[in-house]
């Protein structure tokens, strides 16, 4: 297809509107020289369109070029556009020329009248200002004054065959409505152009959604179907898509939740630039957790913009103020700005231009939308859808670090999928919940996702009070979740049974300092016993040894005193058992020997 | 080409002005070229006290055309006395032609 479309584009000179995501959907802009029909009913930007192509043609290119408005007064025009900052004034100055073409009302017509003369002006004005650009705003009205079909028919001729002999790009806008539908100045209109550009506006369930559709373009090819479209800052934006590359930069700078708790569970704080959505039931503090937010951007001196729905940032800053967070002083700084918008009866797509002019207009570096599910409040459902992902693109475009909030009736988070389904253009998901148990209801803090992050699985409990609001972490006990009051006693529990534990252990601590007491006396008294033993065992073996000295003493003694040859006597016997010894067996050197050793 | 018509003769002295009036006209386009035959009938039936009456032709004249705030050919404008009228069309129409310049068959001799 691109290769196709590339040689299209060569064989096709295409004029860019400059109109964001209508450029990519028609490929490239509008056919060079040739003329594009935009067709629609009333209030569905046909003009604006026109005028945004035309403003970008002679602004950036400084291709000159001409308005007829037939419709709308010039000074009408330029009220309209002046929102944008397109300098129509100053462009019409040089650029660009009005004309004013709307048939007074005491006009009086008498008969039948043409274009030529129109047509002879604007060529001399063309020629002046070398006109690149042609807009006819609003032909239908003056086709309209032309009696007859036949007469209506030869007039659209005759601007066709103006525009096919001229060098200009030409917008032709036209109503239709019933009426103009069956005319057949209608469909020859649409045969004569190139492209074909339809405006859409409908009531969806009572909130204004428009849309764009090219229905025809000669010799390109184009992205068919219905895409929606809003104002913005700077004008008209086509929602396309698929089509418009997402480019953002990716940091690893962590900026604070304001909650020490909420940081450390989502492994250091959020990703700057990351967009976190904080869903849940009504009353579950989802402003509070934003009001923190916004309070500890504004600490660190970084710009931050808090937009609500419904809610005035006054009645915000005293509710805040109640627990703990105060954002007064910052407002009065200049650093934070409030903005309070009303959601009855307002298109998202207004919603999406206030808040985008508001980003331009603050710069801010962190933001809070409170609640941005309040924009889907009027009823049109997918608008609100589309405006809200756009809205969250837009911030992150900007690089903004933002906690955006969503209402979610009930406790189950899967509910966010069936309304504007931002959960899954959000970086972060954090789900507050109500745990109800023995009569109380208790706030608890979940982190569903978070991108590119280790995160904390465990659910925390939100406790507000005069200091602020804090996170606490909750008792898991037998599988169920303790919150209030029953973590305040399981907590009173744990404190008891720690006072117990600890009067246990030194008592038990002193038990065995008595018994290692007890013990070492024991054994001290042991030891005295073990020495007395000893001692006594020594004096024991003393007076055995000085026993036997005394009675080996005695012996010699005794034999000394009883003969004086004790020694001889014993020879002598020896000598008689030697002599009857060799008398029995003789030549017994070894028995010889033995009774040799024995007498020694 | 800008051209001018005066009266001929003033036939009650003292009772009416003389109306001036411009007529725009795109060359010799048919609308344009029925305007000025039927503006020209109008005033010798009903202007006999006298007129001013200016053509302008767009096509040779397109920047004063431009000025004066012409948009479509044939277009006639009352320029005095007051109030003044614009009439568009081939001024084929005409009882709605005298309606807006302030005159009235009746006035008619």
């Given at each position: 297809?691109?290769?196709?479309?590339?040689?299209?584009?060569?064989?096709?000179?295409?004029?860019?509107?400059?109109?964001?995501?209508?450029?990519?959907?028609?490929?490239?802009?509008?056919?060079?020289?040739?003329?594009?029909?935009?067709?629609?009913?009333?209030?569905?930007?046909?003009?604006?369109?026109?005028?945004?192509?035309?403003?970008?043609?002679?602004?950036?290119?400084?291709?000159?070029?001409?308005?007829?408005?037939?419709?709308?007064?010039?000074?009408?025009?330029?009220?309209?556009?002046?929102?944008?900052?397109?300098?129509?004034?100053?462009?019409?100055?040089?650029?660009?020329?009005?004309?004013?073409?709307?048939?007074?009302?005491?006009?009086?017509?008498?008969?039948?009248?043409?274009?030529?003369?129109?047509?002879?002006?604007?060529?001399?004005?063309?020629?002046?200002?070398?006109?690149?650009?042609?807009?006819?705003?609003?032909?239908?009205?003056?086709?309209?004054?032309?009696?007859?079909?036949?007469?209506?028919?030869?007039?659209?001729?005759?601007?066709?065959?103006?525009?096919?002999?001229?060098?200009?790009?030409?917008?032709?806008?036209?109503?239709?409505?019933?009426?103009?539908?069956?005319?057949?100045?209608?469909?020859?209109?649409?045969?004569?152009?190139?492209?074909?550009?339809?405006?859409?506006?409908?009531?969806?369930?009572?909130?204004?959604?428009?849309?764009?559709?090219?229905?025809?373009?000669?010799?390109?090819?184009?992205?068919?179907?219905?895409?929606?479209?809003?104002?913005?800052?700077?004008?008209?934006?086509?929602?396309?898509?698929?089509?418009?590359?997402?480019?953002?930069?990716?940091?690893?700078?962590?900026?604070?939740?304001?909650?020490?708790?909420?940081?450390?569970?989502?492994?250091?704080?959020?990703?700057?630039?990351?967009?976190?959505?904080?869903?849940?039931?009504?009353?579950?503090?989802?402003?509070?957790?934003?009001?923190?937010?916004?309070?500890?951007?504004?600490?660190?001196?970084?710009?931050?913009?808090?937009?609500?729905?419904?809610?005035?940032?006054?009645?915000?800053?005293?509710?805040?103020?109640?627990?703990?967070?105060?954002?007064?002083?910052?407002?009065?700084?200049?650093?934070?700005?409030?903005?309070?918008?009303?959601?009855?009866?307002?298109?998202?797509?207004?919603?999406?231009?206030?808040?985008?002019?508001?980003?331009?207009?603050?710069?801010?570096?962190?933001?809070?939308?409170?609640?941005?599910?309040?924009?889907?409040?009027?009823?049109?459902?997918?608008?609100?859808?589309?405006?809200?992902?756009?809205?969250?693109?837009?911030?992150?475009?900007?690089?903004?670090?933002?906690?955006?909030?969503?209402?979610?009736?009930?406790?189950?988070?899967?509910?966010?999928?069936?309304?504007?389904?931002?959960?899954?253009?959000?970086?972060?998901?954090?789900?507050?919940?109500?745990?109800?148990?023995?009569?109380?209801?208790?706030?608890?803090?979940?982190?569903?996702?978070?991108?590119?992050?280790?995160?904390?699985?465990?659910?925390?409990?939100?406790?507000?009070?005069?200091?602020?609001?804090?996170?606490?972490?909750?008792?898991?006990?037998?599988?169920?979740?303790?919150?209030?009051?029953?973590?305040?006693?399981?907590?009173?529990?744990?404190?008891?049974?720690?006072?117990?534990?600890?009067?246990e252990s030194s008592q038990k601590h002193r038990e065995l300092q008595f018994a290692e007491a007890d013990i070492s006396a024991r054994i001290t008294g042991l030891q005295l016993d073990l020495e007395r033993q000893r001692a006594a065992l020594a004096l024991y073996s003393h007076d055995d040894a000085a026993r036997r000295v005394s009675s080996g003493e005695r012996t010699n003694e005794l034999?000394?005193?009883?003969?004086?040859?004790?020694?001889?006597?014993?020879?002598?016997?020896?000598?008689?058992?030697?002599?009857?010894?060799?008398?029995?067996?003789?030549?017994?050197?070894?028995?010889?020997?033995?009774?040799?050793?024995?007498?020694? | 080409?800008?051209?001018?018509?005066?009266?001929?003769?003033?036939?009650?002295?003292?009772?009416?002005?003389?109306?001036?009036?411009?007529?725009?006209?795109?060359?010799?386009?048919?609308?344009?070229?029925?305007?000025?035959?039927?503006?020209?009938?109008?005033?010798?039936?009903?202007?006999?006290?006298?007129?001013?009456?200016?053509?302008?032709?767009?096509?040779?004249?397109?920047?004063?055309?431009?000025?004066?705030?012409?948009?479509?050919?044939?277009?006639?404008?009352?320029?005095?006395?007051?109030?003044?009228?614009?009439?568009?069309?081939?001024?084929?129409?005409?009882?709605?032609?005298?309606?807006?310049?302030?005159?009235?068959?009746?006035?008619?001799?």
């Amino acid at each position: 297809m691109t290769a196709a479309t590339k040689a299209v584009r060569q064989s096709l000179p295409k004029l860019a509107t400059g109109i964001p995501g209508f450029d990519e959907l028609s490929l490239g802009g509008l056919p060079a020289n040739r003329t594009t029909l935009v067709m629609g009913g009333p209030g569905t930007g046909k003009s604006m369109f026109a005028l945004q192509t035309l403003m970008g043609g002679a602004s950036k290119r400084k291709q000159a070029g001409i308005v007829v408005a037939f419709e709308e007064d010039i000074s009408a025009i330029m009220a309209n556009t002046a929102s944008f900052g397109w300098r129509l004034p100053a462009l019409a100055k040089r650029n660009l020329f009005f004309m004013n073409a709307q048939l007074s009302p005491t006009f009086v017509q008498s008969g039948d009248f043409d274009l030529g003369g129109m047509l002879a002006m604007l060529d001399a004005k063309q020629e002046e200002i070398d006109a690149r650009w042609v807009v006819f705003d609003g032909i239908d009205v003056l086709l309209s004054l032309l009696r007859t079909p036949r007469a209506r028919m030869r007039e659209t001729y005759r601007l066709r065959d103006w525009l096919a002999h001229r060098k200009i790009t030409a917008i032709i806008t036209t109503k239709i409505d019933g009426e103009t539908t069956s005319d057949v100045s209608y469909g020859f209109l649409q045969f004569m152009v190139d492209c074909v550009v339809r405006f859409d506006r409908r009531l969806e369930q009572g909130v204004p959604l428009r849309r764009l559709e090219i229905t025809k373009y000669r010799g390109s090819a184009f992205a068919p179907g219905e895409y929606p479209l809003s104002f913005g800052a700077s004008g008209m934006e086509v929602a396309a898509p698929g089509i418009v590359e997402v480019a953002q930069p990716a940091t690893r700078e962590r900026v604070s939740s304001g909650f020490p708790g909420l940081d450390s569970m989502l492994g250091g704080g959020l990703f700057r630039g990351s967009s976190t959505l904080i869903t849940g039931a009504p009353g579950t503090s989802k402003t509070t957790l934003a009001g923190k937010f916004a309070e500890s951007a504004c600490r660190r001196g970084e710009r931050t913009l808090f937009v609500s729905f419904d809610e005035g940032g006054e009645r915000i800053r005293r509710n805040l103020t109640s627990v703990g967070i105060h954002l007064d002083a910052h407002v009065k700084s200049g650093l934070l700005q409030m903005y309070s918008g009303r959601t009855d009866a307002v298109n998202p797509e207004e919603h999406l231009m206030q808040i985008t002019a508001l980003i331009l207009e603050h710069k801010p570096r962190c933001m809070v939308i409170d609640p941005l599910s309040a924009i889907a409040r009027t009823g049109a459902l997918s608008s609100a859808r589309a405006i809200a992902n756009r809205l969250i693109y837009k911030v992150r475009d900007h690089h903004i670090t933002a906690i955006v909030t969503a209402l979610v009736e009930g406790d189950d988070p899967l509910a966010e999928a069936a309304e504007l389904q931002i959960s899954t253009t959000a970086d972060t998901w954090i789900q507050l919940s109500y745990l109800v148990r023995s009569g109380e209801r208790n706030r608890a803090l979940t982190i569903v996702k978070s991108r590119g992050t280790h995160h904390s699985n465990q659910v925390r409990e939100l406790v507000l009070s005069d200091d602020g609001p804090a996170l606490v972490e909750v008792y898991s006990s037998g599988g169920e979740v303790l919150m209030g009051t029953l973590r305040w006693e399981k907590e009173a529990e744990e404190k008891t049974r720690a006072l117990n534990r600890a009067a246990e252990s030194s008592q038990k601590h002193r038990e065995l300092q008595f018994a290692e007491a007890d013990i070492s006396a024991r054994i001290t008294g042991l030891q005295l016993d073990l020495e007395r033993q000893r001692a006594a065992l020594a004096l024991y073996s003393h007076d055995d040894a000085a026993r036997r000295v005394s009675s080996g003493e005695r012996t010699n003694e005794l034999r000394r005193l009883r003969g004086s040859n004790g020694e001889g006597a014993a020879a002598v016997s020896h000598k008689r058992r030697t002599a009857r010894r060799k008398s029995i067996s003789t030549g017994n050197g070894n028995g010889n020997g033995q009774e040799r050793r024995r007498g020694n | 080409m800008a051209t001018k018509r005066k009266p001929k003769s003033r036939a009650r002295v003292g009772t009416t002005t003389v109306v001036t009036m411009r007529l725009y006209v795109a060359g010799r386009a048919p609308n344009s070229v029925k305007a000025i035959a039927n503006l020209e009938a109008i005033c010798s039936q009903y202007l006999q006290d006298g007129y001013k009456l200016e053509i302008v032709d767009v096509c040779e004249h397109p920047r004063r055309a431009l000025d004066d705030g012409v948009l479509v050919t044939p277009s006639l404008t009352k320029l005095s006395p007051t109030p003044g009228a614009n009439v568009i069309g081939n001024l084929s129409d005409t009882s709605s032609v005298l309606a807006a310049l302030g005159l009235s068959p009746a006035l008619s001799a």
